[in-house]
């Protein structure tokens, strides 16, 4: 059994920075792509960052690109989303999801295991 949980959600001030983080367990980590996705209210859920198996290559939203980055830590089974330059735009839930596959997909159904999601307010 797969078990992704995230952290580090809350209430930030446009302009602030934030960092979630995400452990996926039940399996080797190193085996599973891993992608950040977010969802505001009444819109569908969408691709935020993505990061390789081994960390070498990541992919992101044109949306966050130059203000996100995306890393894990294969040691610790940990996956990050650091997010600065915040905007009131960025306000959604924002998911963690693991990929058995070997490409970063920016489709949600192409991941096998999601967390529960963590709050992010960005307030202006």
């Given at each position: 059994?797969?078990q ?26 190193s ?20 990061v ?16 996100f ?18 905007k ?37």
């Amino acid at each position: 059994q797969v078990q992704v949980v995230e952290s580090g959600g809350g209430l930030v001030q446009v302009g602030g920075s934030l960092k979630l983080s995400c452990t996926a367990s039940g399996r080797t980590f190193s085996s599973f792509v891993m992608g950040w996705f977010r969802q505001a209210p009444g819109k569908q859920r969408e691709f935020v960052a993505g990061v390789s198996r081994g960390g070498d290559n990541t992919y992101y939203a044109d949306s966050v690109k130059g203000r996100f980055t995306i890393s894990r830590d294969n040691a610790i089974n940990k996956v990050y989303l650091q997010m600065n330059s915040l905007k009131p735009e960025d306000t959604a839930v924002y998911y963690c999801a693991a990929d058995s596959t070997v490409f970063i997909s920016a489709i949600p159904s192409a991941y096998d295991y999601w967390g529960q999601g963590t709050q992010v307010t960005v307030s202006s």
